[in-house]
């Protein structure tokens, strides 16, 4: 089959031709890829961001946001039957470890990554387990919706755990609010909390995006964002950040947009997290790591998506113009979110 | 009456005379103190630290853990008499803004800190609120308590935070566990709590203190505590790392003690929080600010004090060698709590 | 002044001269009552179901639903002045016991609730107390908000509750969802979770407020309710019921529409809770009472109110004609809810 | 092999020999038994009470508490191996539907029940699933934990859930305290939280158990017991009651010595809870079901064994005794809890 294979840090990936994956194990699943989301994230791998951590060996296959159908699958599996379309859950889980036993199946103690540590899915066809795949209505278009198996999943994870925090009358911040992962993040939050939102970002098409998205309040981060942010929830600032940045002045302008008791939510990463503790204790505020989220997490996204309160902006790509996406999601030209079909 | 009070940063405080403080406010309550409790943060103050925190008009007196007995009382306090035995919640809060209704004391909109924002309680009186004054029963001794109105406060309540990740099995690391705060800390994550508790510190002194107050296990801070935390947890790491420290070199230790989806409770400060974005979500942990605690926290830490589940140590100094115990304190003298009687 | 008072169990209260009240104590607040919401509670009171339970001593003025205007108030009150615009939480609150500084106003140790156990707001002037009183903006007219204090803060406080259950792709049921409390749950269940709400009622005209209201499903309480409900949850039941009836067959029915580790929320009553201790562990069913609300909950639902999403249906009736406003509820006429302006 | 088996409701049943359990699935584990516990819910399934909800087809054999050695397993299982010491989760879990993938096993939409709806483990081997069996240290004998897998769990997973409510100062009741669930109750309470406990039963020699558990109080059941509870709390009745009984005059007894916002947690069965809705919602009281708990709960469970915290009392009896254990059983002459070896 084609796949897109990173062979080097530093340089562009290559499409090639590589075996097809096969059954080898009792849980595995082989998906035939419907549409596969280009992220950030791919970015930082072939820059090699992730090479301490993934330990991945070169050359691997890319692609860790992944819907299809189901083409084959291991003796053990009786949920799906091929031919189901499935979004990926994007780790492989061992089902049996605390973590998984759990629901919180990010944390598997043996868990693969499948486009970060092990072969992804840019690609015609992808190899994961069993507990990964969650089955979708016959009518819905992979590629519509795969970029919710990572980017909307980190997103809506994270709203999820801000829920207690915001009741009517408090305000969350999206920061970075109009790229892939925010609008997601935006919808998620009108779904299901009653929170006024405010976007920040620094290109005026991102905070148009955002509005259309139900964003209560855009702000464009031109200097003036923190007071901005400030003035408009009536001066003490916001209950929760959600940062889809991570990095340059956007975390020190989160930091100060928050109230005391407040809570940080980290997504976008390339920077530092850092507060002297001191102001965390006079505040008492909080700041709180995620990384995509859990099986159910998915599922009930899923949910949203089906009943269209959660929309994915998103461009189509060829898997050969894979070159293309990567230079216009790097050069700022790729609103909304990449997807390659094979 | 007499009292300590601060007339220059970086300069020691003063005893002095002045007037005695006066029933102005209907819920105002005077304190005839009868223990007060020394404090690192009386140190900090010195220094400068809080200069710009708590914006104080100089001289005034310092002294933020104060017990006693009520001596006056303005017009509409109705739950003490005089003569009653107290211990003085360090915040003087409305009672009328969100945060009080919901139990936050500590974030009152309108709240005053005596011994950092207002006169203390190196004194012979103390003026606080009638929200602040929790009653004790007749026989307990205010001096054998003060320190817990802030310190034992401030250990209790970020234990209280970290319940939930502490079923049995699990691993709480103390770091600084010796200290005033920390044995404190201990003593209430073996009250509240199934799990393991791990004391780091780099005082051998210090250590037997925290195994006498229950610690299951001890390590010596000598460069490889991060390894022997790590090998005590059976490799992950702990579920909670409970920071008294706050600097130096703590700070990074105690994330590299944590295990995935741990969290770290910042108490102790000094030094900066800061951790790579990529690190927090990869990881996805999380950092709470702790800031004293709730009006109840100290009620429920005064019924373990009833239960002699939570003990201090203490040593006494009368209030006219404050500075002997300050010396004592910054030279590491202090083991335990200094308190002043005056 | 002028005040509806019963003088009778069994007989309907009289419209009598009475004197104003006054201010006694430092924290108390009269308020000139701009609306006064009639609740079935009022009837159950007039029948004599609370007569055991409150022990008041009659004669009394009935009505615990009550919005105005500051009118005066004693010395030590500073968070409202007089002419505010205020909607009165239903509970006189000490604002020192451990519920009060939880934040569980309806459980104070001291409390008092004018209307069911003190002289209540179907009058001119109401005494309330200094922490019972809620700042509106000054445009908003209390006839508009009254019926909040009390029926709709407990249809938010139970919806509040169950929030945690309610994510998407859940069904919640509301019993009773046509009347005058559950119009406001079925608007909280929407502004507050993301769950398919279902609304169960005897009333074609009362399923048709609840459609307006935002219900997803309505269901015609005609003998194949719980049928009806299963079917709409593709089988299993609904994770959460909020009863607003709470008598007749209501309750087996509601019983029935849960499935498995279901929630059953309790607010109307008149009827008995009873389920065979076998059904509710093999089931692992739960059952939760709801008594009004907390001080912040209203607050909350007011910030609804300002924003739309939460909007009363109200009949307006002169105080005099309270007789025909009874009437016409007990006779099943009055759709939304009573509202009485002196 | 030998195995206990029911032939008929109403009747004891009767020792035989049956083929031994196969391997036909992928996931599927033969146990073999080491200690396998006898509950009274055996004697209500011999009654006959189980019959409607099991559904199960007689003859089969009985017994859901299970502990032993793996002795055979399909292709698909990975994280044991012939020869592990394992205690065995009382329910044959899917692993894909959404409550097993919350952890909540007990819910399983697919889920079997050895015991009560299959073949049990009163016999010589019992067929379960992968995901049933939790992998002791190879010191532990089976027979000395087997009652922890239904009677110990349910009681562990009931505090669980009462953890919140039970800060210091607090009063959990535990009613029927000293009999086989009951002393696992009490151990848990102490091991997860500070309340004071409190144990109620109307035998002598129970109550001697319950001190030795670490009872801080009990008290006769004698008919002064509801006042004698409300006695020690000082008033108001306790925050928890977890009633082990839930039969007879234990329920009303139980509702009477609740304090307001308390909660009832319902292990015991035979008789129904029942409650004015009134009371509940003047109260805001609440009852929980518990029906066994999580894989989770019985791994944290063996941690409690291991450390000694939890200790069970028990007596064995050979297999070919049931008749006897039974008679023990039904006549109140077996405290702690009756084992069976094979």
Redesign the interface.
Known sequence: MKAVRLHAYGRRPILEEVADPKITG??DVIVRIGGAGLCRTDLHIIEG??KE?SQVRLPYTLGHENAGWVHAMG??V??VVVGDTVIVHPLIT???C??C???????CNHGAFPGIDADGGFAEFLKTG??AVVKLGPKIQPRDVAALADAGLTAYHAV?KA?PLL???THAVVIGGGGGLGHIGIQSLK????ANVIVVDKSEGALQLAKKCGADHTVLANGSQVAKVKEITGGPGCEAVIDFV??GGA?ADGIGMLR??GTYY?????????????D????????????VG???DL???M??AA?Q?VKLETRVYPLSAFNDAMNDLDGGKLHGRGIFVP
């Open positions: 009792p849980h961001q992730w951590k003796p053990a009786e949920h061992c089902g049996f605390r973590h036993r759990s629901g919180d199946d990010m944390h069993a507990r999820k829920i009741y009517p009358g779904a299901l909390t009653s991570g990095e975390i005391r008791a980290v997504i976008g990463y390339g920077g530092t997290i850092a507060a002297p503790a001191i965390m204790i006079s505040q008492e505020i909080n700041f709180v790591g995620n990384l859990t099986y159910n599922s009930e996204l949910t949203l009943q309160r």
